[in-house]
């Protein structure tokens, strides 16, 4: 059997040249291929610019919500009206800005999971906001940011299926946290 410091020195050492040999293979496949790689990337950054500056106004209208929401006492408030909801599911309801500012902004709720962990890092809130981080994706800003840089205009049923999504992973978050940490 691997010893784990052999173990993790190999993992040490793949996870360092992984890119590098990424990069290499891809260039040299190019190559192989007669793709005049330098053009090719001076094409492609013009294009991510240029896509850059499409979607810059959906970036900063999400950003300014998000501002809005958070500093207005908007997501205390319901925090605080949804606290019996969180509790009858064994979700803390310190976590429950978490789940509600994830959908919104990536950002947002990374800044709600620091200030929990900082507080109390092996505390099971902070196990249960952490895994839902990691659970749930940022849904209204997906819809907003590459559904109106496109023009799509109907975005129903993508938006149910992300808020489906973002339950789904809230309560497994919570629900795993309770089978692997055991609850408060």
Known sequence: MIAASTFKFVVDQVSLLTIPLMFFLIVSYAMVKRVKVYEAFIEGGREGWDIFLQILPYIVAIFVAIGVFRKSGALDYVSEVLAPVTNSVGMPPEVLPVALMKPLSGSG??????????????SFKARVAGTMFGSTD???????LYFGSVGIRRIRHAMVAGLVADVAGILAAVWICHLVFGGP
């Open 138 to 144: 940022t849904t209204f800003y997906i819809i907003a």
């Open 109 to 122: 709720s990374l800044g709600l999971v620091t200030e929990i962990t900082e507080a109390d890092p092996d």
